[in-house]
């Protein structure tokens, strides 16, 4: 578990990613913000696919896979690093949530009625100074965040994808639970000198893609080795050194006494005729930071 692997099909035009999710990843990061259970589910969804793209990056840096739109869930972010650091938060409209449930009772909705009309989006942002990010932008369409992200990978990377996102509760003694999740990418690529480029491998892929179910994503009993051999055996699939995950955030102080020197000088002025400290907390992680305002009008001076 909480680990990401990228793999090549190795007589086919065919690569992938796949991910497992546990205690030091989903369950950490879920427990902490402890949304309601559909809005943890399409988090633990998107952390899946974030950590998936992130390990296709060849620069050091971070992937947020963002959904932003006008329903129940205002704004989704999943943000996960190249050296295996992720996190992630989920702001609702309380408001239309509540009329959602109300509406769903026990019938878990589509993506379209969680986040609304809106968008979504994939930055790359690389970690070197005065590199502009990449950002890719699609409509919201499908029903599943899956559905949506096959969409974005087809649309606005052209690139033939398919996509299969699992979150599980797993109950425990006591009334508490434990949190999984997994995911898994296969995409068609361009051909080689060494393999030929047809559609016939691409479908044979999708087929024995299909057949992946949501617990071999999330069972800590299949292994992602074991899950890949029983799909891709006969077409020879190697798969890379894993890479290892962890809920890790990186704020600081110092990160938001910078963010809030950038503001202009009159704000902080106001501010600091009101207040002799400015309070901030972190959306992802929730640690409070209590920065006296004296620090960042030094920074401005």
Sequence with gaps: ?????????????????????????????????????????????????????????????????????????????????????????VRLNDEKWAKLVETHQDKKPKIPELIGAGVMGLIIIQDQENTQPYQGIVPIEGDTLAECAQHYFNQSEQIPTCVHLAVEQIPEDGGTVRWRAGGMVIQKVAN????????????????????????????ENVTSSDLLYRLFHEEGVRVEMPLELIDKCPCSADRFIKTLAGMPKAEIVDLANEEAELVADCQFCGRIYRIPTEDVLKLQS
Excluded at 33 to 59: C, N, R, S
Excluded at 192 to 208: K, V
């Design 192 to 219: 080689d000198d060494a393999r030929s480029d047809t559609e016939e491998d691409w479908n044979t892929a999708r087929a024995l893609f299909d057949t992946v179910s949501d617990d071999e994503l999330t069972s």
């Design 1 to 89: 578990m909480d680990v990401v692997s990228s793999f090549q099909l190795e007589n086919a035009t065919v690569r992938g990613r796949v991910t497992k999710l546990g205690d030091l990843t989903i369950d950490s990061i879920l427990k902490r913000h402890d949304y309601p259970k559909w809005a943890a589910e399409v988090l633990g969804e998107a952390l899946a696919l974030a950590v998936m793209t992130a390990a296709t990056v060849k620069v050091a840096g971070r992937i947020m896979v963002q959904a932003e739109g006008d329903g129940p869930i205002k704004l989704l972010v999943a943000e996960a690093r190249t050296d295996g650091h992720m996190r992630g938060y």
